[in-house]
């Protein structure tokens, strides 16, 4: 040990109050103390690391962090007795500082400076093996592939151990041959021999696969190697019996190799797949567990198609055995049964009669009558139903089923299936008679007594037969916009079964986005705390409140709850980009390879996700409104939004659909109505950022500039790009009339800010295809007078008189004109519409919006007072927005 290391590590122990204050999280008097013994010794580098520490935890940006670890690798390089960083001995550090720095590093998303202060300690002390091996977690987690292939071949050759050996191998794999992704778990084969040295290091571990990682890591090596072959023996050997990851790779990496050699015209395969269904049908005899998991099952029917139906006989067999065995307590070999000979019609056009045993009507009413009460029958009968008069008896059937009166829950749910078939083979013209939605709204209340004595927590078993309704109600209204009470009566019920199901999300979700779409923003914001987003879901199902949301939550006065929806989530995209290449670390510590992949792909599409642009746009554009400024972080992710392309996360599957032939619930509520095209997308997302990005290179003086294309944008959206953009460019070419001398002219054709608001304020008297619509018109006209006063602000100052100096004419022509546009501007139309909107009728009233649906009539009328309060107050806060705006002016 030097000297130096024993002073520094003497001098932790002097400072180990400091350690005890920060991790108690009391950071001011940590840092107190730390300034006071930094003055005594300013090279204390223990000291120093724990202000990089405090400083990462404290500071608005990194700069200052990045100066003191310059300060600190300075020490550690001066303290090492004359030798030359790179040489043993030549870069001292102790453990402690190490952790320290490394970690402050990590919480910096700095992975890269981690790696490097590792490799300069492991070339220091190139015997610590455990320095080396964190050279090669730091290196995969910063998706350092050349660190990662170095390291991990150095830890193999110092070892020889079998980890490491699969580490390297694995990390030659990564680096030559394409990896998996989302859609192909199995990649395409890598250049011809390429994964030589990853196959020849994978060879030292033996033939022996210990786990099912190691399985998974030597099929992909071999797959991308396009050794089949050996794919089959290996998987075959080593994935016969085991634990269910085990066999699941054997089955997908055969499948794989199978399918690739049947492309290549390779004569064997039918061969083949009849010995994976001998296997399969092994599996089902002797496994008790594969028996009840149905990916065996469809493991056997695959295997038995594409050997060409030649054991379809043993197959059905089988099948009926397990049947018999099982007899009503599971249903995966009657499914199989059925799904066997569906694949054979599909193959042959025709059944023949070998096979009516397993494929007649009757077959598929025994089927129901077992399990006719489960979820996933409505699909499984659709997949079998065929067509023409087998289609016909099994309707038939469904009629009578439907028809039947429920006495418990399974005939309940049984009934509700039949239902909702029916509903989804209906033709997309048919529009649903309002008899018969109330036939099923009352179908749905007598399923409420199923429920009665479940628990708040546990969702209705007649929920979701509710939502069809809904669905049915918001197709009506769809269908025949002009009568607006279906979709009002749509809104009432949900509150309904909001009520008697608090734990259904589905209508929680499906409420935010009707109550937005009518103008109740306020309505929304309860529904949306009940939802309880967290962690991924703040990316993915946010978005419905989130999109087009900026102003809105103005109008709403809903600031609090939003901002609290958009720090979680931002705090969450900070979060996984730190913990995410942390997994990476565990996973290569566990040799769990299979795992990295989805990580890798979790963290780069949550980065560049389409809900994380939309946050960073609508809170510049929130800041627009309430007159704030836009942050320089925000500033660098609104720059990313619009170089860099977005990829769509957002998850629809809370808004629940009827599917079949009925239309989409989540097309029908749109909020951009009959405007196709014009939802948000990566398109708008472009748009929008580029204009927050030009607004302020324009406040910090830099030139604005390049073309915005305003895909996906409503017109009132358009207009607001295409006159801010427009001032932009006058007021920067008044600008540049300051540097120029006196009775210097410009040849360039100026625009002129003549008409700078007419487009939008024609747009908020027109009529629009919703109160949403119309609103949305309304604030984007407050945010071009918004980003007017912006400008305006910038060109003021910039036009005082400097000493010595005559003000230029150019500019304060500039100045007069604006002024004189921003003055001259008449609101009082706006006013006057919305004072029209506000008194003017919604349209229906709560006796015509819930009839005789809902029994408790004050619950009725205190929901349809609600939406009509909150209609109001969203008009209000509107024209508080507007005539709240700098340069607006009553006439």
């Known amino acids: 040990m030097s000297k130096q290391l024993a002073l520094w590590e003497a001098e932790e122990r002097k400072l180990q109050s400091v350690y005890d204050d920060i991790s108690s999280h009391r950071l001011s008097p940590a840092s107190s103390t730390l300034n006071r013994y930094l003055k005594k010794h300013p090279k204390s580098q223990p000291a120093l690391i724990l202000k990089m520490y405090i400083s990462q935890k404290t500071a608005t940006t990194n700069d200052a962090v990045l100066m003191i670890f310059k300060e600190v690798r300075s020490l550690a390089v001066n303290a090492n007795g004359g030798k030359k960083e790179g040489e043993p001995g030549g870069f001292v550090m102790s453990g402690r500082g190490v952790w320290w720095c490394a970690l402050t590093l990590r919480n910096m998303g700095r992975l890269d400076l981690a790696q490097q202060l590792y490799e300069s300690l492991y070339a220091s002390l190139p015997d610590a093996l455990p320095l080396l091996e964190q050279v090669f977690f730091y290196a995969a987690a910063a998706d350092d592939v050349d660190g990662m292939v170095k390291s991990s071949r150095q830890l193999f050759n110092k070892t020889r151990e079998a980890r490491w050996a699969r580490a390297a191998g694995w990390a030659e794999w990564v680096q030559k041959a394409p990896q998996p992704t989302l859609d192909t778990p199995f990649p395409s084969p890598a250049p011809k021999n390429t994964l030589k040295i990853a196959q ?80 399969a049908e092994s599996v089902l005899l002797d496994d008790m567990e594969a028996r009840r998991n149905y990916a065996f099952y469809r493991y056997l029917v695959e295997a038995t198609e594409n050997a060409g139906f030649e054991s379809t006989s043993q197959s059905n067999s089988l099948l009926r055995t397990l049947e018999e065995d099982f007899g009503p307590k599971e249903r995966a070999p009657s499914l199989a049964r059925i799904e066997l000979r569906c694949r054979l019609r599909s193959k042959l056009k025709a059944a023949t009669k070998q096979f009516d045993d397993i494929d007649g009507v009757k077959d598929v009413e025994q089927y129901w009558a077992l399990w006719g009460s489960k979820g996933s029958i409505i699909t499984e009968i659709e997949g079998v139903w065929g067509d023409g008069e087998r289609k016909e008896k099994i309707v038939g059937f469904l009629k009578q089923r439907a028809a039947r009166q429920h006495t418990d829950e399974q005939s309940y749910r049984e009934q509700v299936n039949a239902n909702i078939l029916l509903l989804r083979d209906q033709d997309e013209t048919w529009l649903p008679p309002f008899e018969e939605v109330e036939r099923y709204w009352t179908l749905y209340r007598e399923g409420l007594q199923y429920g009665k004595n479940l628990p708040k927590t546990d969702v209705q078993p007649a929920d979701q037969f509710g939502l069809v309704v809904i669905s049915l109600l918001i197709e009506r209204w769809q269908k025949t916009p002009d009568q607006i009470t279906p979709l009002y009566r749509a809104i009432v019920c949900l509150e309904y079964i909001c009520r008697e199901s608090p734990a259904c999300l589905h209508a929680h979700y499906l409420l935010i986005r009707l109550y937005r779409l009518i103008g109740a923003f306020s309505l929304a914001t309860p529904h949306l705390l009940k939802l309880t987003l967290s962690e991924v879901q703040l990316d993915n199902m946010f978005h419905v409140a989130l999109e087009r949301s900026g102003g809105e939550v103005v109008a709403a006065d809903s600031q609090e709850v939003w901002m609290g929806h958009v720090k979680k989530a931002s705090d969450m995209y900070k979060r996984t980009n730190l913990d995410l290449p942390e997994y990476i ?94 939802e948000v997308g ?75 608001f007419e487009e939008n304020v ?62 001259g501007l008449d609101l009082k139309p706006i006013q006057d519409k919305l004072l029209e909107m506000e008194i003017g009728g919604q349209g229906s009233n709560s006796e015509q919006v819930a009839g005789k649906w809902i029994d408790d009539e004050q619950f009725v009328q205190d929901r349809w007072d609600a939406i009509v309060q909150s209609r109001k107050d969203a008009l209000k806060g509107v024209r508080t927005m507007l005539f709240g705006s700098g340069g607006a002016k009553k006439k």
């Open 200 to 279: 020849t290091i994978l060879s030292t571990t033996g033939k022996k696969c210990e786990t099912s990682e190691m399985l998974w890591l030597r099929l992909q090596v071999l797959l991308s190697s396009g050794e089949y072959a050996e794919v089959l023996k290996v998987a075959r050997e080593e994935g016969a019996e085991g634990s269910l990851a085990r066999l699941w790779w054997r089955m997908e990496g055969v499948k794989e190799a199978l399918r690739r050699m049947s492309e290549e015209k390779i004569d064997v395969i039918q061969a083949e797949w009849e010995t994976e269904r001998a296997w």
């Open 682 to 756: 990566a398109e708008w997302a472009t748009a929008m950022a580029a204009l927050m990005v030009n607004l302020v290179m324009f406040t910090k003086g830099e030139p604005v500039g390049g073309e915005i294309l305003w895909d996906q944008m409503m017109a009132c959206e358009e207009a607001l790009i295409r006159n801010a953009m427009r001032l932009f460019r006058v007021a920067t070419q008044a600008l540049d009339l300051v540097g120029r001398s006196e009775g210097s002219e410009s040849n360039e054709s100026e625009e002129d800010i003549q008409g700078l």
């Open 585 to 678: 670390k565990e996973c290569l510590s566990n040799e769990t390879y299979s795992k990295i992949p989805s990580i890798r792909y979790l963290r780069e599409t949550l980065s560049t996700s389409l809900s994380f642009r939309l946050l960073s746009i609508e809170k510049a554009r929130y800041a627009v409104h309430i007159g704030a400024g836009i942050s320089d972080s925000l500033m660098v992710l609104l720059e990313k939004a619009v170089r860099e392309k977005s990829v769509d996360l957002r998850n629809w599957e809370m808004i629940q659909e009827t599917g079949g032939k009925r239309p989409l619930v989540k097309e029908m509520t749109s909020l951009t109505g009959s405007n196709e095209g014009k």
């Open 762 to 823: 024609k747009l908020c008297l027109a009529d629009q295809p919703s109160q949403w619509a119309q609103i949305q018109a309304f604030i984007t006209l407050d945010e071009l007078i918004r980003i007017s006063d912006i400008v305006l602000t910038r060109v003021v100052e910039a036009a005082k008189p400097v000493k010595g100096k005559k003000k230029p004419s150019g500019l304060a022509e500039f100045v007069v004109a604006l002024k004189g546009i921003k003055e």
